[in-house]
T-cell receptor, first 112, second 114 residues
Framework: EAGVAQSPRYKIIEKRQSVAFWCNPI?????LYWYQQILGQGPKLLIQ????????DSQLPKDRFSAERLKGVDSTLKIQPAKLEDSAVYLC??????????FGPGTRLTVL | AQSVTQLGSHVSVSEGALVLLRCNYS??????LFWYVQYPNQGLQLLLK????ATLVKGINGFEAEFKKSETSFHLTKPSAHMSDAAEYFC????????????WGLGTSLAVNP
């Protein structure tokens, strides 16, 4: 994974609890993405930031998910309250010159 | 609308055999195209990218892909499979709009048999 730190790597919570994920694109990049990847499926874009602003959050379940990007660098994704179907890997990525995306290792969330 | 089709959700090859993973795209403008690999419990790693320079693109781990405009294809190949190549492979195309999004295929799971 090229230059993206994510934490925690694993998280187990009970349904209806809250959880937060953190992403730091180490070199600092204007465009940042959060994806949800359910086991056996491809990545699904949740939200795209350009600097501090949101470019696309059309697939973000806004009744329970929220995300912010502070000072155009770090970003957090929060789920409150969590549902069983939120069990997935949450991936953070930044965009390169040709729109290629570079991903962090992801956070594996298990909701019990 | 742009789309990416990966033919075969599961591909199985023997160790040492040719790997061929198929990807077709639809795009109204010359696209940028990408292949990613995902090993178990890891994030997505960029294997290679086509950016309208050479049509034959070489990537990491001995993989390469050829852009064929006439066939709207970008198939991924490796001459000789290794056990460590077992993973999920995703093809993606850069969205035609200037929005820096990727359109993703559904993925192909590659199994390598000894």
């Amino acid at each position: 994974e090229a230059g993206v730190a994510q934490s925690p790597r694993y998280k187990i919570i009970e349904k209806r609890q809250s959880v937060a994920f953190w992403c730091n694109p180490i070199s600092g990049h204007a465009t940042l993405y959060w994806y949800q990847q359910i086991l056996g499926q491809g990545p699904k874009l949740l939200i795209q930031f350009q600097n501090n602003g949101v470019v696309d959050d059309s697939q973000l379940p806004k009744d329970r998910f929220s995300a912010e990007r502070l000072k155009g660098v770090d970003s957090t994704l929060k789920i409150q309250p969590a549902k069983l179907e939120d069990s997935a890997v949450y991936l953070c990525a930044w965009a390169g010159e040709y729109n290629e995306q570079f991903f962090g290792p992801g956070t594996r969330l298990t909701v019990l | 609308a742009q789309s990416v089709t990966q033919l075969g959700s599961h591909v199985s090859v023997s160790e040492g055999a040719l790997v061929l993973l198929r990807c077709n795209y639809s795009s109204s403008v010359p696209p940028y195209l990408f292949w990613y690999v995902q090993y178990p419990n890891q994030g997505l790693q960029l294997l290679l990218k086509y950016t309208s320079a050479a049509t034959l693109v070489k990537g990491i781990n001995g993989f390469e892909a050829e852009f064929k405009k006439s066939e709207t294809s970008f198939h991924l190949t490796k001459p000789s499979a290794h056990m460590s190549d077992a993973a999920e492979y995703f093809c993606a195309v850069s969205d035609a709009g200037n929005n820096r999004k990727l359109i993703w295929g559904l993925g192909t799971s590659l199994a390598v048999n000894p």
